[in-house]
């Protein structure tokens, strides 16, 4: 009698496990479905956030390139205006000194 009783439990045993891994089995495809919804909802956002910092860096490059273009106009502007006002200011020498003689 003490045999089967022994073996009566290990089969019990091994159908306790049996189930276990089982159970476990079927419920890991699940979690692992969430965990990777949650992976990939992530990685979306991410990616989301880097195309924005890049977005965002690109237009400060072109502010950037615009003011440096404003600015290159406005020296050129002033610097095309001093050389007339230099112009101008020689031929009245000139004319001057045309005059004086």
């Given at each position: 009698?003490?045999?089967?009783?022994?073996?009566?439990?290990?089969?019990?045993?091994?159908?306790?496990?049996?189930?276990?891994?089982?159970?476990?089995?079927?419920?890991?495809?699940?979690?692992?479905?969430?965990?990777?919804?949650?992976?990939?909802?992530?990685?979306n956002?991410l990616?989301?956030?880097?195309l924005?910092?890049?977005?965002?860096?690109?237009?400060?490059?072109?502010?950037?390139?615009?003011?440096?273009?404003?600015?290159?106009?406005?020296?050129?502007?002033?610097?095309?205006?001093?050389?007339?006002?230099?112009?101008?200011?020689?031929?009245?020498?000139?004319a001057?000194?045309?005059?004086?003689?």
């Open positions: 009698m003490s045999i089967q009783k022994k073996s009566l439990i290990g089969n019990m045993t091994a159908a306790k496990k049996a189930i276990i891994a089982t159970n476990v089995a079927s419920s890991s495809p699940s979690v692992s479905s969430v965990s990777l919804a949650k992976n990939a909802l992530a990685k956002a990616a989301k956030n880097a924005a910092k890049n977005a965002l860096a690109k237009n400060a490059l072109a502010k950037n390139a615009l003011a440096k273009n404003a600015l290159a106009k406005n020296a050129l502007a002033k610097n095309a205006l001093a050389k007339n006002a230099l112009a101008k200011n020689a031929l009245a020498k000139n001057l000194a045309k005059g004086i003689r």
